[in-house]
Nanobody
Framework: QVQLVESGGGLVQPGGSLRLSCAASGSIFSIYTMGWYRQAPGKQRELVAS???????NYVDSVKGRFTISRDNTKNTVYLQMISLNPEDTAVYYCNAYRRDWKIYDYWGQGTQVTVSS
């Protein structure tokens, strides 16, 4: 079992920056693929960025060059650095931990609101 707690969301003006954090507990953090998802009102949840256990990263096209995902396995924490934010980035951001062997392990945080508005 993995517990995930996000923090760092808030209200920011267009062009501003935020850093989201997701603290994990309860299992071996380093073996999980960690992801940040977001869900805007009336839209489906989408994968924003992910980082594998070996450090490989992936981003949705709309955030490439603006968002950076990273992890600190010594602190059991994954981060999402966001710059050049625009109103289309407004959403609830969720942290996810995933791995599979003979079964799938899939855990979610409670979400943190990011609002980009002037």
């Amino acid at each position: 079992q993995v517990q995930l707690v996000e923090s760092g969301g808030g209200l920011v003006q267009p062009g501003g920056s935020l850093r989201l954090s997701c603290a994990a507990s309860g299992s071996i953090f380093s073996i999980y693929t960690m992801g940040w998802y977001r869900q805007a009102p009336g839209k489906q949840r989408e994968l924003v960025a992910s980082i594998g256990s070996g450090g490989s990263t992936n981003y949705v096209d709309s955030v490439k060059g603006r968002f950076t995902i990273s992890r600190d396995n010594t602190k059991n924490t994954v981060y999402l650095q966001m710059i050049s934010l625009n109103p289309e980035d407004t959403a609830v951001y969720y942290c996810n931990a995933y791995r599979r062997d003979w079964k799938i392990y899939d855990y979610w945080g409670q979400g943190t609101q990011v609002t980009v508005s002037s």
